[in-house]
C-alpha cells in the first residue's frame, strides 16, 4: 500500500522546522523525530503512514507546533479495536518468525483488515477473503495470512481465536486446493509458471565475451550465478572453498541447511577470473546493497556482514532487495526498459523453451540458476557423476522441487532422442 509520508518529503525539506514526519519500516504509524534531539522520536499511534489524511493532518500539526514542544493530536479513532489491539503484538510476531521478503504481503493484507474496518468474525473474514477467487494466488496469501494468525493466537492465548477455527481453515483450504485442481488440471506444467530461458554454454560465453570489459561486475555475476545455479542474492554471503567449489550459507539465504556447489564450466575461473575478482565483486556487492541480518536467538540483536556469528546465528532479512539489485543492474529487462538513461547491459536473447514456440525470449538472472539444473542432468558428464538428489541438495531445494519447477525445462525431444539411441534391448539378437 502507498506510504503518503512521502508526498511530504519536498516540503519537510523546504521548511526546515524542528519536527520531521518519519516512519519505521516494521510499523504502520506515523512518527515524529525531533531534529534538535535525534534519539527523541514520538508515535503518532494509531494514525497510519498509508493513510493521506492521517499524514496530512501530522503535517500540519508540525506547521502549527513549528519551534516549540510537541503537542499531541486530537484523534478520534472510529475504527473497530479489535484488531487494534493486537497490532502490535502480531507485527514483532511476524517479524521474529519470517523474514522481511515474507512478511511483504503479511503485513499489507493485515493493514487491510485494519484501514477496512473487517470485522473480527468468521463471516466478514470471508467475505473479504472471497473478494479473491478459489484457486488463484491472491486467495491463497489471503488464506496463508489468517493461519498466521492462528499461529500468533495459538501461541501467545493457547488456541485457535473462536472467530476463525482450525476446522474452517482447513476447510477453506481444500475448497482452494479443489478449485485450484479443476483450474489446472487441463494445462500443462509448462503454460502454468512462468518461461525461463535456458542458457546454452555457447551463448553465456559469447555474451560474457562482448560485455565483460565494459561491465565487468555484472558480468562477473552473471556468470557465477549460470555456473554455479546461485540466487541472485546469494552473491552476497556465499564463500570459496578449496577445488573451485563455494559454500552458500543457508539460514542467510533461503536453505536451513549449508550447502556446497561444484561448478558447472571449471575454465570459466580463468577466463572470467570468477575466484580471482571474487573478494573485489563481493565487496563491491556488500558496498552498494548492504545485507541486513538479524540474530536466530535474539530477535533484536543485528549482524554487520563482517561479523563471524552470522554463519551460526544470522538470518538474511532483506534478501529480496539484495536480489532486485542483481536484477536492477544486470538482466531485468523489465525494468530497464522503464528506467532510461542507465547504462546497462543489452538483452540476452535465447530460444523458447517452449516446444511449439519459435520466438527468441530475454533471459531474466534467475534463469541462470534454471539453466545450471538442466545442464547438470542432460550434461553426459555431469548426468553421470551427479545424481538427482546431489543436484538437487546442491541447490538447497528438494527432489520433488527440483523435478517439478528446475526440469520443466528440459528439451524434451532432445531428452527423448538420447534415450532411445542409448538404450540397449535385453533380448535383441
Not at 475504527?79 to 515474507?102: G, V
Not at 493484507?109 to 477473503?129: A, C, D, E, H, V
Not at 560474457?208 to 562477473?220: A, G, S
Request: glycine letters at 4%; proline letters at 3%.
Amino acid at each position: 500500500m502507498r506510504n503518503f509520508i512521502k508526498d511530504f518529503e519536498g516540503q519537510q525539506k523546504i521548511e526546515k522546522r524542528r519536527w520531521r514526519m518519519t516512519e519505521r519500516r516494521d510499523r504502520p504509524y506515523i512518527y515524529v523525530r525531533d531534529t534538535w534531539n535525534p534519539n527523541k522520536r514520538i508515535s503518532i499511534k494509531p494514525l497510519r503512514k498509508e493513510n493521506y489524511e492521517d499524514c496530512k493532518k501530522v503535517w500540519e500539526n508540525i506547521q502549527l507546533t513549528d519551534e516549540g514542544i510537541w503537542t499531541a493530536i486530537e484523534i478520534q479513532d472510529t475504527r473497530s479495536n479489535a484488531w487494534i489491539k493486537d497490532s502490535d503484538a502480531f507485527i514483532d510476531f511476524l517479524n521474529k518468525k519470517n523474514k522481511a521478503s515474507t512478511n511483504k504481503n503479511y503485513f499489507s493484507l493485515f493493514r487491510q483488515l485494519l484501514s477496512k474496518n473487517i470485522p473480527q468474525t468468521y463471516r466478514g473474514l470471508i467475505k473479504w477473503m472471497l473478494e479473491k477467487e478459489y484457486g488463484t494466488k491472491p486467495f491463497q496469501i489471503r488464506l496463508e495470512l489468517i493461519r498466521q494468525l492462528q499461529d500468533f493466537y495459538r501461541l501467545n492465548k493457547g488456541s485457535c481465536p473462536s472467530w476463525f477455527t482450525a476446522e474452517q481453515y482447513h476447510a477453506q483450504r481444500s475448497m482452494h486446493n479443489d478449485r485450484r485442481r479443476q483450474i489446472n488440471k487441463n494445462h500443462r506444467q509448462q503454460d502454468l509458471r512462468a518461461t525461463r530461458g535456458i542458457v546454452s554454454k555457447e551463448e553465456a560465453e559469447e555474451y560474457l565475451d562482448t560485455y565483460n570489459d565494459e561491465f565487468p561486475w555484472q558480468c562477473w555475476c552473471i556468470a557465477m550465478m549460470m555456473c554455479y545455479g546461485l540466487r541472485n542474492h546469494e552473491l552476497w554471503y556465499i564463500k570459496k572453498l578449496e577445488n573451485l567449489f563455494i559454500e552458500v550459507p543457508g539460514r542467510l539465504t533461503k536453505s536451513q541447511e549449508d550447502r556446497i556447489v561444484w561448478p558447472a564450466f571449471a575454465e570459466w575461473d580463468k577466463r572470467y577470473s570468477l575466484f580471482e575478482n571474487f573478494n573485489k565483486y563481493q565487496n563491491f556487492l556488500r558496498a552498494k546493497r548492504k545485507p541486513e541480518i538479524k540474530s536466530l536467538k535474539d530477535t533484536n540483536k543485528r549482524y554487520s556482514i563482517k561479523d563471524e556469528m552470522i554463519y551460526f546465528d544470522g538470518i538474511g532479512n532483506n534478501n529480496s532487495d539484495l536480489g532486485n539489485y542483481i536484477t536492477r543492474n544486470t538482466l531485468g529487462v523489465s525494468y530497464n526498459r522503464k528506467e532510461k538513461g542507465l547504462r546497462i547491459l543489452p538483452e540476452l536473447l535465447v530460444k523458447s523453451p517452449i516446444k511449439e514456440s519459435r520466438q527468441k525470449i530475454s533471459v531474466e538472472p534467475y534463469d541462470l540458476r534454471h539453466t545450471w539444473a538442466v545442464f547438470m542432468h542432460t550434461d553426459p558428464r555431469f548426468k553421470a557423476m551427479k545424481s538427482i538428489e546431489e543436484c538437487a541438495e546442491a541447490m538447497g531445494h528438494g527432489v520433488d522441487v527440483h523435478k517439478r519447477q528446475y526440469l520443466l525445462w528440459l528439451d524434451k525431444d532432445d531428452l527423448n532422442k538420447t534415450i532411445i539411441k542409448s538404450h540397449k534391448h535385453p533380448y535383441a539378437g
